[in-house]
């Protein structure tokens, strides 16, 4: 009989860590597609405003600073770019030394994040679509960021016609 509830109680924990190793591997594919769909968004974009070094978009926190330029607003861009390395910086802290301080502090600067990416691509949305703007702001904050790269990169063939 306590052989029986061993073999219930790692059956738990088994399912427990794969749905943990899921949700890891689903928010790394976020990412990824996150950075790719911003990245070729961005690279288009610098080609239409005749930027000298296209592939600057690639850089990973460069790109952040990138897409402040192209919306006019580099300080939003620096400020984006620097909380994602400050992400970046607390989250590799956070992994030696759990403490429920830094990780409130990641909580915070990821929505902090989240509205500063939120801002910077509704400055996009209104110079490419100024009558959809406010529809693409909601849709990419109901899909939690999810959807924002992708109206990015299919707008980014109308800089050009609005641009400065």
């Known amino acids: 009989m306590a052989g029986m509830s061993v073999l219930l109680l790692l059956g738990m924990l088994c399912s ?24 070729i968004a961005m690279m288009v974009m610098s ?3 005749h930027y ?16 402040g330029e192209i919306s006019g607003n ?18 590799s802290y956070f992994y030696f030394n759990q403490t429920t301080v830094i990780l409130i502090i990641i909580l915070f600067l990821t929505l902090f994040n989240f509205a500063l990416d939120t801002v910077i691509s509704h400055q ?13 702001t909601i849709f990419s904050i109901l ?9 990015i990169l299919f707008l980014s063939n109308k800089i050009n016609n609005s641009a400065n």
């Open 124 to 136: 996009i949305f209104k110079k490419t679509a100024p009558r959809i703007c406010n529809v693409l």
């Open 74 to 91: 580099k300080i939003l861009g620096m400020m984006l770019a620097i909380s994602s390395f400050l992400i970046i910086v607390l989250v």
């Open 47 to 49: 080609e239409k405003l």
């Open 16 to 39: 427990i860590y794969i749905f943990f190793v899921v949700v890891l591997v689903i928010f790394i594919l976020y990412l990824f597609l996150t950075y790719l769909f911003e990245s």
């Open 52 to 67: 000298k070094w296209k592939i600057k978009a690639w850089i990973p926190l460069y790109n952040k600073y990138l897409l």
């Open 143 to 151: 899909s939690l960021g999810l959807l924002r790269p992708i109206f």
